[in-house]
């Protein structure tokens, strides 16, 4: 059984930076992509970014490419999304999940297990 579970929220000014951790349990975890995805109130969940399985290829939604960077720990089961230059508008819960294969698509229906989300509030 894959569990993941995220840490790393929280309440941050705009322009500041915060970073996201997801902790995965489970065998074979650095077999797969990781993905990031964020959910505002009223809003569906979208993708924000993917990592492949070995971290060697990365992809971003447009609206935050230049600012966030995921990254990943194979030994530690450790997948990681730095956010900086935060905007009002990346407040979302944001949820990492395991891919179904090794390369992160942009869709939720390319992964298959997720974390609980940690909430990420950006004031103005």
């Known amino acids: 059984q894959v569990q993941l579970v995220e840490s790393g929220g929280g309440l941050v000014q705009a322009g500041g930076s915060l970073r996201l951790s997801c902790a995965a349990s489970?065998?074979?975890?650095?077999?797969?992509?990781v993905g990031w995805f964020r959910q505002a109130p009223g809003k569906e969940r979208e993708f924000v970014a993917a990592?492949?399985?070995?971290?060697?290829?990365?992809k971003y939604a447009d609206s935050v490419k230049g600012r966030f960077t995921i990254s990943r720990d194979n030994a530690k089961n450790t997948v990681y999304l730095q956010m900086n230059s935060l905007k009002p508008e990346d407040t979302a819960v944001y949820y990492c999940?395991?891919?179904?294969?090794?390369?992160?698509?942009?869709?939720?229906?390319?992964?298959?297990?997720w974390g609980q989300g940690t909430q990420v509030t950006v004031s103005s």
């Open positions: 999940a395991r891919g179904i294969g090794r390369f992160g698509g942009w869709g939720r229906d390319e992964y298959d297990y």
């Open positions: 489970g065998r074979g975890f650095s077999n797969y992509a």
């Open positions: 990592i492949s399985w070995s971290g060697s290829s990365t």
